[in-house]
């Protein structure tokens, strides 16, 4: 801690680049976030989000870091910020720029709408579980969560997403992929300690119904495929909740939320964190990567073999049975995709989405 540093007006600097980042000791990425949107922070405000301002304040955030970085990071000078995600009125992430004495590195930022210190205290205690800094399966370091902002600071983990190597990559790279996120979510689920809400699933019906009629006013065949997946997973959901086991659960596991650096494997957005079936992560990963290979590489069954290989992976580390459950678990999660895509502002996905709710039907059918 660095409690009594001075902190002068400085200018505003531009954007920095970080790679020349020390933040984090891996290598840096192989293949850059091209994909990533850059939004820059002046461009965005948020009625939604009250603390926003104070959290773009450079100045105002200098004197909040100086607080929080390690003391080896020295004192900082000029702070940047550069938006990465976000949704309006909930949340929204970004990189912090920092100059300082020392050098040039690199945070996460996270400022919500409503209180998450939850995510900070669970975030720590999966660390201490055995997913730290020098695990091979890991998660971001926390480094603070401060109350007045809702803003919860961590480390900035370099490296390439899962996503990338699904869409970009070689077979191999495909393969290596799934078996490195299938190891992360088993050793995950045999060993993260239980906190958070449990998701149990004759408790989604009211998600369920809601969803179901989100999509249902995009016409059909949309809405008669959504209330036939409805339909099923009602009439299945107690059976389904008196065989299930439950786990830690990351709550929104994919490859998106997993980054690939040299011998780490880093799963990070705590925000959906709970207690559940290991089925809901297993099929949120499967389902997602249906709904990539749609989107970008023109069929949903396009990365078949990663998924099989996953899946193959996953049963074969993790000490949970999924076979019986999973089913249920993958068409509730084409479902709420569904759902996400047809809340965007422009739906641009509606064949995408029939293709989610006939696979929902498919595998419930199975
Ligand atoms: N610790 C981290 N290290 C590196 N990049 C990160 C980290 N946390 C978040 N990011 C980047 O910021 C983006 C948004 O973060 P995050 O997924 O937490 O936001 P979100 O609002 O929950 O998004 P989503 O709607 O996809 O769940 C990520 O896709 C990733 O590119
Ligand atoms: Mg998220």
């Known amino acids: 801690m660095t409690s009594g540093r001075k902190c002068g007006v400085v200018p505003n600097v531009p954007r920095l680049l970080c790679s020349a980042d020390r933040s984090v000791p ?45 003391d080896e990071w020295g004192t900082v000078q000029n702070v940047s910020f550069h938006i990465l995600k976000h949704h309006p009125g909930s949340r929204c992430t970004f990189e912090i720029g920092l100059r300082t004495t020392n050098g040039r590195y690199c945070l996460i930022g996270k400022v919500y709408a409503a209180d998450r210190f939850d ?12 997913f730290g800094s020098e695990d091979e399966f890991s998660i971001p370091k926390p480094l603070a969560y401060i ?31 799934s078996e490195r996120c299938a190891g992360w979510l088993a050793k995950f689920h045999a060993t993260a300690p239980q906190s958070g809400d449990v998701l149990d699933p004759t408790g989604e019906m009211r998600s369920i119904a809601k969803w179901s009629r989100t999509i249902a006013e995009l016409g ?38 997993v980054i690939l650096s040299e011998g780490r494997t880093i799963a990070f957005d705590w925000d959906a964190y709970d207690v559940a079936d290991p089925c809901h992560d297993v099929a949120r990963f499967l389902v997602a990567l249906q709904r990539l290979a749609f989107k970008y590489l023109g069929s949903i069954r396009t990365l078949d073999t990663a998924a099989e290989v996953f899946l193959k992976t996953y049963q074969g580390l993790s000490p949970f049975r999924v076979a019986a459950n999973l089913p249920w678990y993958r068409a509730l999660t084409c ?32």
């Open 335 to 366: 479902l709420r995709l569904s759902k996400y895509e047809a809340n965007r502002p422009v739906c641009t996905f509606g064949k995408g989405i029939e293709v989610l709710l006939r696979e929902g039907l498919r595998v419930l059918e199975q």
């Open 26 to 70: 891996e290598a840096s990425a192989p293949m850059p976030e091209s994909a990533q949107r850059s939004i820059e922070s002046s461009a965005i405000s948020d009625p939604g989000i009250s603390t926003f301002p104070g959290v773009l304040d450079g100045v105002a955030m200098r004197g909040v870091l100086n607080e929080v970085i390690p």
């Open 147 to 177: 109350p007045g902002l809702r803003l919860l600071l961590q480390e900035k983990v370099q490296g390439p997403r899962a996503k990338q190597f699904f869409l970009a990559g070689s077979e191999r790279d495909r393969v290596e992929a």
């Open 119 to 130: 995510v900070y205290r669970a975030m720590n205690e999966i660390r201490r579980a055995g």
């Open 220 to 257: 059909e065949p949309l809405a008669g495929l959504a209330g036939r997946v409805s339909k099923r997973l009602e009439e299945r959901a107690s059976a389904v909740a008196n065989g299930m086991e439950l786990c830690a659960g990351h709550g929104s596991y994919s490859c998106h939320q």
